[in-house]
Nanobody
Framework: QVQLVESGGGLVQAGGSLRLSCAAS????????VGWFRQAPGKEREFVTA????????PYADSVKGRFTISRDNAKNTVSLQMNSLEPEDTAVYYC?????????????????WGQGTQVTVSS
């Protein structure tokens, strides 16, 4: 099975940028659909975006469209989430998840493997 570790979170002012990374061990990440989710306090886990085996991304959540970009680096066995023009509403714990099945990559139950999450805090 694959193990996932997120990094790159932190505290940033509104309008700033962060780049999250999801590093995999145990298996080649290119064999998985990899999704990014986020969860703010008191809210349900929310789909952000996902990247397919082909490298094509799924549609982004409306709340991040045009600001976030997902990408793969197969040589480094990582998937990244570039987050620009951050807003206080983006504050959450961000999780990456991996799935080796075809299904509905926009829902958490599609994914069997999860990282521990990384905190992103955007100050106003």
């Amino acid at each position: 099975q694959v193990q996932l570790v997120e990094s790159g979170g932190g505290l940033v002012q509104a309008g700033g940028s962060l780049r999250l990374s999801c590093a995999a061990s145990g298996r080649t990440l290119s064999r998985y659909i990899v999704g990014w989710f986020r969860q703010a306090p008191g809210k349900e886990r929310e789909f952000v975006t996902a990247i397919l085996w082909s490298g094509r991304s799924t549609p982004y959540a409306d709340s991040v469209k045009g600001r976030f970009t997902i990408s793969r680096d197969n040589a480094k066995n990582t998937v990244s989430l570039q987050m620009n023009s951050l807003e206080p509403e983006d504050t959450a714990v961000y999780y990456c998840a991996a799935s080796d099945i075809i299904g509905t990559p926009t829902i958490p139950s599609h994914y069997a493997y999860w990282g521990q999450g990384t905190q992103v805090t955007v100050s106003s």
